[in-house]
């Protein structure tokens, strides 16, 4: 078809549109409400995939892996597992020398401690970290400083302690630079800190700002002895294969302890993909009925354009019967109505991602009244998924309505029988 051609029955079309408001403005909304849904919903369903992503990211460590402490072994048997009791500060120095190890963390668990302040006394748990875990946690300093490389080196006496903490502890007082006693021992609060933050997982971390941290060079000292530390967490450079990171890291400690398999291997990259597996999984699920819904409303909608081409082929025969008279073949009969249908399915994709747009800033603006801060990016394969599903409803529906009007006998048609 020569442009010329396509650009007069889309002319005879929207003028046959024209001629019928009403019933143009009924059969469009079908699609237009359907091509809404499409384009709000893939929108939305990105939207929440990046916000499920982003919490798992928080809450996860996508290049690491951590060695928890598994000793004094209990069935420990030979000299040499009696002798390797566990995880050490020398371990954890050793494996920052690994090939591709970006940073090295240690931690060491003190337990649930009695800590006194000026305003109250509570048991709270209290954890060893290493300068920069907090960081890597992705904890919020609300209020002074973290843990730097210098508290941990001289085993300094400082505490950064939770935000509810400080309520606990402090009332309204500002804590940055007070002392609290923990079992007995005076620390200088030097920060608070706050739990990290969540849209979309439906998960507590508030346990975050109850628990108190300290330089856990400290812990190891005073509590577990030996130069013991709880656990080390090791994350891999951006540019090094972390499996064979991990398995440096894990030979090298294993080496150390002279084969003894005195702690346990936990592969926090693996877990955090497996997250993202059952989120998509998830998300997946929802989305397919989503859109179940969305193709419904583009049916219904295409169903009352079906019928809105059948009235228009009877309003219409003895115009049929002149077109074919005149020379029109079946083809041009069935090219005119197709160009009708898909005209009204032009315009109704279009106005319909229109509409999708206009969801999509509703719900920010509904999300921001309640203090939610949605992310909703415009999905580009939402749109012309929608304008294609439309289009091919303009198609189907419009195809048997064109047919019966081509396959009108001529002389019938004239007569406007």
């Known amino acids: 078809m020569r442009p010329g051609e396509a650009l007069e029955l889309a002319s005879d079309a929207w003028r046959e549109i024209r001629a019928h408001p009403m019933r143009s403005l009924l059969t469009l909304s079908g699609i237009v409400f359907g091509a809404a849904s499409l ?10 995939r990046e916000m499920a992503y982003a919490d798992l990211r928080a809450i996860g460590f996508p290049r690491s892996y951590a060695l928890r402490d598994f000793g004094p072994r209990s069935d420990a048997v030979t000299a040499t597992e009696r002798r390797h009791t566990g995880l050490r500060i020398a371990d ?12 090295v963390h240690g931690r060491a668990f003190a337990g649930e401690q009695l800590v006194v302040g000026p305003r109250d006394r509570r048991s709270v748990p209290v954890e060893g970290a290493d300068a920069g875990y907090l960081e890597l946690r992705n904890l919020r300093i609300v209020s002074g400083r973290t843990i730097t490389p210098v508290d ?32 007995g021992v005076g620390f200088t609060v030097v ?50 294969e972390f499996a064979s990171v991990m398995q440096a890291g894990s030979a090298l400690v294993r080496q150390r302890h002279g084969g003894v398999e005195d702690f346990n291997l936990r592969n926090e990259a693996a877990d955090l993909l497996s997250d993202y597996a059952m989120a998509d999984g998830i998300l997946g699920g929802w989305n397919g009925v989503m859109f179940a819904i ?10 009352g354009l079906f019928s809105v081409l059948l009235i228009s082929v009877r309003e219409r025969v003895r115009e049929i019967g002149i077109r074919k008279a005149l020379g029109a073949s079946d083809g041009d009969i069935m090219q005119l109505f197709l160009a009708e249908s898909l005209t009204l399915a032009v315009i109704g994709s279009v106005a319909g991602v229109g509409g999708g747009v206009a969801l999509i800033m509703i719900t920010k603006l509904i999300g921001a009244s309640f203090g939610k801060d949605f992310v909703i990016p415009l999905s580009v394969p939402g749109i012309g998924f929608a304008i294609a599903f439309a289009l091919g409803v303009g198609i189907v529906f ?8 081509a396959k009108l006998d001529p002389i019938q048609a004239m007569g406007g029988v």
């Open 92 to 103: 954890l120095e050793a494996l920052r020398a690994v090939r591709g190890v970006a940073s």
């Open 398 to 405: 419009g195809w048997y309505p064109a047919r019966k009007a």
């Open 39 to 48: 384009v709000s919903m893939a929108s939305l369903a990105t939207g929440l």
């Open 294 to 303: 969305a193709g419904v409303t583009l049916v219904v909608g295409g169903i």
């Open 191 to 240: 920060g608070v800190v706050a739990p990290m933050p969540i849209g979309f997982i439906p998960a507590d971390f508030s346990w975050v700002a109850r628990r108190i941290y300290i330089p856990y060079t400290f812990v190891s000292r005073y509590r577990l002895g030996e130069g013991r530390v709880s656990q080390i967490i090791v994350t891999a450079r951006e540019d090094a």
């Open 152 to 183: 941990v080196m001289h085993v300094a006496r400082v505490a950064v302690i939770g935000e509810e903490m400080r309520r606990d502890l402090f009332g309204t007082t500002d804590p940055i630079g007070r002392r609290i006693r923990i079992d």
